[in-house]
């Protein structure tokens, strides 16, 4: 069954970029490219067992018969400068999370759309139902480039998004964007902690957004984590550096929230950050972390707060010593004795430096 995309559903009233179907069968080709990643990097394999619940969608939905996906540009947001360059921006301008953004409730009402032709529908809004990247290529709507990252004609800065249906559908744009330009590896030089250490391929564990939200548990003993350089939270450094992205974003907006609430998370702030506010206004936002686990965002600002070290640090890291987390605890401490701080003296070192 091949379907007109404006008989199908009006998806840009929805706020949808790109849109597609594809016979469920084509994502078989994406187990195949999972097994070739594994195999390329074998350390890789204990972090993409997760992916694997992606696979054998017909055995977990047996009556699958097609995958629609969509494409949602982000990249037209403001990113208020306390966070600019220290958190990611598909983190900070996360649409899967708060029901009352006009993208959540546009997905919300696709769903219910999709459900009013009579279709049975599953989906996943925050982790997605299949392989997102590799579905969006299928269908047409883009090209997955050498930082492994899907494009769309507004760069990478687009949030996917896919329903499985019980109809055999079918509908594909044609893709007319150009390939990665000949030789490039601008992305594979610039990964900080050489996650990225060739085109198409990356070990995860290594990857500084993958250390500073679900993963990172020991950062006070993870070498790595002297290369984060800025990063808090997430890691945009491939995707910035990419000439592909050049000009694709343009901060024409306000995203609902995001300015009052970048002040609360500066390095300073979230150091004195109390568990009520971070139960209430951050973890439902930056959900990969979870309620228990303030300590986890203040380890890392210590560690930016080494990377990044300012005299006006000192007081926080000093504190941060006796906080009652052993783990932040570990990391202020490793951190004054590195650098010679006390109560009463810098080193000669830290000031030169």
Do not use: H
């Not at 206004?281 to 300590?295: A, G, N, T, V």
């Amino acid at each position: 069954m091949c379907v007109d995309a404006k008989s199908f559903f009006a998806s840009d009233e929805l706020g949808y970029e790109k849109c597609g179907i594809i016979p469920i069968q084509e994502m078989d080709g994406y187990a195949e490219k999972l097994e070739e990643r594994i195999q390329k990097v074998p350390a890789s394999e204990k972090f993409y067992q997760g992916q694997r619940r992606l696979l054998n969608l017909q055995i977990s939905y047996p009556w699958a018969k097609s995958v629609v996906v969509l494409a949602r540009r982000y990249g037209r947001y403001k990113i208020p400068q306390p966070v600019k360059g220290q958190i990611a921006k598909s983190y900070l301008l996360d649409l899967r999370a708060d029901p009352e953004l006009k993208e959540y409730k546009s997905s919300q009402a696709m769903d219910q759309y999709l459900q009013s032709l009579g279709l049975q529908v599953a989906t996943n809004r925050k982790c997605g139902i299949v392989g997102l990247r590799w579905a969006a290529m299928q269908a047409g709507l883009g090209v997955i480039r050498r930082n492994n990252f899907f494009y769309a004609q507004s760069g990478s800065w687009v949030a996917l998004e896919a329903w499985l249906t019980d109809k055999e559908m079918e509908l594909r744009e044609t893709s007319d964007l150009p390939p990665c330009p000949k030789g490039c590896n601008r992305c594979v030089v610039a990964c900080p902690t050489r996650s990225l250490s060739e085109p198409y391929t990356m070990l995860p564990t290594t990857c500084v957004s993958f250390l500073t939200t679900f993963g990172g548990r020991n950062l006070p003993k993870e070498p790595l984590s002297k290369a984060f350089g800025r990063c808090i939270y997430g890691c945009d450094i491939c995707q910035d550096v990419c000439p592909m992205n050049k000009g694709r974003w343009q901060e024409n907006e306000d995203f609902p929230g995001l300015s009052e609430l970048a002040p609360t998370l500066t390095p300073e702030s979230i150091l004195e950050m109390d568990e009520d506010y971070y139960k209430e206004k951050i973890q439902p936002k930056f959900f990969y972390l979870s309620s228990d686990e303030l300590w986890k965002w203040k380890v890392n600002v210590l560690c930016f707060m080494r990377n990044n070290y300012q005299k006006e640090y000192k007081s926080y890291i000093i504190a941060a010593c006796e906080n009652e987390n052993i783990k932040v605890q570990e990391m202020a401490r490793a951190i004054r004795d590195e650098w010679g701080l006390s109560n009463g003296n810098t080193s000669t070192a830290l000031i030169e430096y």
